[in-house]
């Protein structure tokens, strides 16, 4: 199956105009948390391609007057439990990604250059550690999406299929702001996806409207994500922990804990933690992805040296950050390394190869994260995340369907 490449180029686009899509409900509150639904509504006739890149939502985040403390760092995607993705035939995009706000401030901490806090994360998440204060608590946010069709980087056909839907979960507030006197809750208002539609140059807007006439259709590839999480007990040893299965078109692996110490006190709740691991390992299947255990010690470089593995991501999504920059160093210096933004990840070849582990090597395999505790890591929460290479295909008839 041959795929149509909708790259943005040059002289492809014939119009555009930007368009607001408004949530279902004008106000969420925390204490019912019920889903948000935004329909990004685009009918098949219209012709109109969606900017992936120029999708972005935006809201009012507000909190009672009476709370004092700080709202949880990058707060605009700390609201979101989980993402959903799917046609307005109700067909998934992809897989929901639970922790989804987790995920994000994973990205957006470990894997741009962002080191200050002060540039494209900082305009679209908030600025970190938002006081909450008497009369102060009404904040303008916007939030790029980090994961499922939204990778995608050029122009998505939504005509094909009226449009999508997007779903979000709201998050405990318990777990969104560190306060120093009243009850956690907030509401989101005014909730909008907002982005450019397209229309392409006759000869190319053809060209696809032939494809979809075809029995195979249209083909889209995109990168996206899945999520977990497990307990972590206050015990020595080795433990392990379980993604799920593994696919053809895993990519990566990526996980972080998170101890109950410091998400109950008035500290960032998404410290990462390193605090008691001697080492790590990935293992899917019967295969190690590592030839070692990774060595976390602060007078180590190992854990840097397997950060490398992920500068291709970077680059791909033009966030090129530092290797290190994901262990919260930004200049690869040891000395500098920092027990409370941690991540362990692990990188998957896309090809077989007898040299190194592949994905095609693993397919439907158990993926399992081996830790070594050399001391108590004090109770919490492992969060684990997959990364894969996913693909639809548009059949006629406004059909959608994942193809494995």
């Given at each position: 199956m041959s795929a149509l490449v909708f790259q943005k180029s040059a002289g492809m686009e014939k119009s555009h105009r930007f368009a607001d899509?408004?949530?279902?409900?004008?106000?969420y509150t925390s204490s019912n948390k019920r889903e948000i639904i935004l329909k990004v509504e685009v009918p098949a006739g219209s012709g109109e391609y969606i900017d992936m890149e120029?999708?972005?939502l935006f809201g009012d985040d507000n909190a009672a007057d009476s709370l004092t403390g700080v709202y949880n760092d990058w707060s605009a995607s700390s609201a979101y439990?989980?993402?959903?993705?799917?046609?307005?035939?109700?067909?998934?995009?992809?897989?929901?990604?639970?922790?989804?706000?987790?995920?994000?401030?994973?990205?957006?901490e470990f894997m741009s250059s962002d080191d200050n806090n002060?540039?494209?994360?900082?305009?679209?998440?908030?600025?970190?550690?938002?006081?909450?204060?008497?009369?102060?608590?009404?904040?303008?946010r916007a939030h790029q999406f980090q994961s499922n069709i939204f990778t995608f980087p050029g122009y998505y056909p939504a005509f094909a299929h009226g449009g999508l839907e997007v779903r979000l979960t709201m998050e405990d507030a318990s777990k969104r702001m560190a306060l120093s006197a009243g009850t956690a809750a907030y509401t989101l208002d005014?909730?909008?996806i907002n982005c450019r539609?397209?229309?392409?140059?006759?000869?190319?807007?053809?060209?696809?409207?032939?494809?979809?006439?075809?029995?195979?259709?249209?083909?889209?590839d995109f990168k996206s994500a899945e999520g977990t999480n497990q307990t972590v007990v206050a015990a020595t040893g080795v433990k392990t922990y379980k993604f799920g299965?593994?696919?053809?078109?895993?990519t990566a692996v990526h996980s972080f804990v998170v101890r109950d110490s410091i998400r109950d006190g008035t500290a960032d709740h998404w410290e990462m933690s390193a605090v008691g691991i001697s080492n790590y390992r990935f293992k899917i299947g019967s295969e190690y992805i590592t030839q070692n255990p990774v060595e976390v010690t602060t007078t180590s470089d190992t854990q840097y040296k397997l950060a490398e593995h992920l500068t291709h991501q970077l680059r791909a999504s033009g966030q090129e950050g530092l290797p290190a920059h994901m262990y919260g160093d930004s200049a690869l210096t040891v000395a500098?390394?920092?027990?409370?933004r941690f991540l362990m990840s692990g990188q998957l070849q896309k090809s077989k190869s007898q040299a190194v582990i592949s994905s095609a090597d693993v397919a439907e395999q158990d993926i399992d994260l081996i830790v070594n505790f050399g001391s108590s890591p004090g109770a919490g929460t492992v969060y684990l995340y997959k990364e894969e290479d996913r693909r639809i295909q548009i059949l006629p008839g406004q059909q959608v369907m994942m193809v494995n």
């Open positions: 899509f408004t949530a279902d409900n004008s106000t120029s999708v972005k439990k989980s993402l959903t993705v799917r046609s307005m035939k109700q067909t998934e995009i992809a897989n929901q990604l639970v922790d989804y706000n987790g995920y994000c401030r994973m990205k957006g002060s540039s494209y994360l900082k305009v679209l998440e908030g600025a970190k550690n938002d006081t909450l204060a008497a009369n102060n608590n009404s904040i303008q005014n909730l909008k539609l397209v229309k392409l140059k006759d000869e190319v807007h053809n060209q696809v409207v032939a494809k979809l006439a075809t029995p195979e259709g249209l083909i889209i299965k593994a696919s053809q078109r895993l500098a390394f920092r027990t409370d």
